[in-house]
């Protein structure tokens, strides 16, 4: 399958600073990628869909200030959690299609989580 | 919108044996698709099994198979022969414009 990577795989951060979440497409080029938000013991939550060159589309319910996701490339996507605070606190999970893999099915990375102290 | 239901929020089974996870959705859409996911402890997504909407006939891979019931919105998953390797969350996931995830079944293997 199609691998997807994310960086950092754990971070730690105080209240009111910023943390930015690599996610990379390492072997296709990624049309359109995806984050999710999971608590502990929940399923994923799509938090927001971004597609390569354009601005992302937030589900309802999640603040585009706090969360910003930036495609500039094909093959990354960053989400940058902005003054962060403990409620912000989540494991955070991006997915990426891709039209030369067939276009119709995610590849999740690894995920990330996020404790803000 | 659509809603992804997975009644059971924990199952176990002896190794070896058989287990079904059930599924229901609801939608008006006709053509979608809906995936199985398996979430082990490190968290990492990993795709079970895929069945287009519009292919009457079940999905297999392997040990994994669906029972695909179109007018019920049901899709269910089985496990033939389960492994320890098979401990872990499952998905179950509902795909038209994006993904909608079932909120889980954590399935134990006993040895």
């Known amino acids: 399958g199609a691998v997807v990577s994310q960086h950092p795989s754990w971070v730690i951060c105080k209240s009111g600073t910023s943390v930015k979440i690599e996610c990379r497409s390492l072997?296709?080029?990624?049309?359109?990628m995806f984050w999710y938000r999971q608590f502990p013991k929940q399923s994923l939550m799509l938090m927001a869909t971004?597609?390569?060159?354009?601005?992302?589309?937030?589900e309802q319910g999640v603040e585009k200030d706090k969360f910003l996701i930036n495609h500039a490339s094909l093959t990354l996507s960053t989400l940058t959690v902005t003054s962060a605070h403990p409620e912000d606190s989540s494991f955070y999970i991006c997915?990426?299609?891709?039209?030369?893999?067939?276009?119709?099915?995610?590849?999740f990375g690894p995920g990330t989580r996020l404790t803000v102290l | 919108a659509q809603t992804v239901t997975q009644s059971q929020p924990e199952m176990s089974v002896q190794e070896a044996e058989t287990v079904t996870l059930s599924c229901t959705y609801d939608?008006?859409?006709?053509?979608?698709?809906l995936f199985w996911y398996k979430q082990p402890p490190s968290r990492q997504m990993i795709l079970v099994i895929r069945?287009?909407?519009?292919?009457?006939q079940n999905a297999t891979e392997n040990r994994f198979s669906v029972n695909f019931q179109k007018a019920a919105k049901s899709f269910s998953l089985k496990i033939s022969d389960s492994q320890l390797g098979d401990t872990a969350m499952y998905f179950c996931?509902?795909?038209?414009?994006?993904?909608?995830f079932g909120t889980g079944t954590r399935l134990t293997i006993i040895p």
């Open positions: 971004s597609n390569e060159g354009s601005k992302a589309t937030y």
């Open positions: 996931a509902f795909a038209y414009e994006k993904l909608t």
């Open positions: 069945q287009e909407a519009y292919k009457q």
């Open positions: 997915s990426a299609i891709g039209l030369e893999r067939g276009g119709d099915e995610q590849f």
């Open positions: 072997d296709f080029q990624a049309t359109t």
């Open positions: 939608t008006s859409e006709s053509n979608y698709y």
